[in-house]
């Protein structure tokens, strides 16, 4: 079976300078050009099942950017139907670690805003389906204004551990970590 490999291109100019690659055609330093290969075909499995999930189809999620955490893990972006919001999982292996989705400029969350999060949140939790009272207390904690998302109660559904908060009045911040 062919190794199937994902790459980040990343440019800069001070890593092509201390590595002491040249542009021939310039003799200038050529952007250096690294490659993060995820390092398993348990993480390559993930990211393809994540894509072929309902919650990736129905928000018509879009990977932006993606790098190795010097953890170990990968942390991958994602944008979604909803402007000024980003979706972030770190994944290690074939598992999700953790997952943030920020929305910018926002004080409330409209009801299909909040299905993102609850269904992200099912997704990570096996697809269990969270109840009444569990959404509910993802959306109260979502619309209380924090200084840091630390101030407000977490939540614990299940194998995860939840912190949201509005964030100032401004941005509102939903973190969630496997256990």
């Known amino acids: 079976m062919r190794n199937t490999v994902t790459t980040i291109l990343?440019?800069?100019?001070?890593?092509?300078v201390s590595a002491g690659f040249m542009n021939a055609q310039t003799q200038k330093p050529a952007p250096a050009v690294a490659t993060v290969k995820l390092s398993s075909r348990k993480t390559l499995g993930f990211v393809y099942r994540f894509k072929s999930s309902p919650l990736y189809k129905k928000y018509k999620l879009n990977k932006t950017d993606g790098w190795k955490l010097s953890t170990g893990a990968y942390n991958l972006n994602y944008s979604s139907t909803f402007s000024k919001s980003v979706i972030e999982l770190q994944i290690v292996g074939n598992k999700i670690t953790g997952a943030d989705i920020i929305f910018y400029d926002r004080q409330?969350?409209?009801e299909s805003e909040l299905d993102l999060v609850v269904e992200l949140i099912e997704f990570l939790n096996g697809n269990?389906?969270?109840?009444?009272?569990?959404?509910?207390?993802?959306?109260?904690s979502c619309e209380k204004v924090a200084k840091n998302i630390a101030d407000n109660?977490?939540?614990?559904?299940s194998n995860l551990t939840i912190n949201a908060a509005n964030m100032r009045g401004r941005t509102i911040l939903v973190q969630a970590v496997a256990r």
């Open 153 to 157: 109660d977490v939540i614990k559904i």
């Open 10 to 16: 990343l440019v800069g100019l001070n890593i092509a």
């Open 108 to 110: 409330v969350l409209s």
């Open 128 to 140: 269990s389906k969270l109840d009444v009272e569990q959404r509910k207390l993802i959306q109260a």
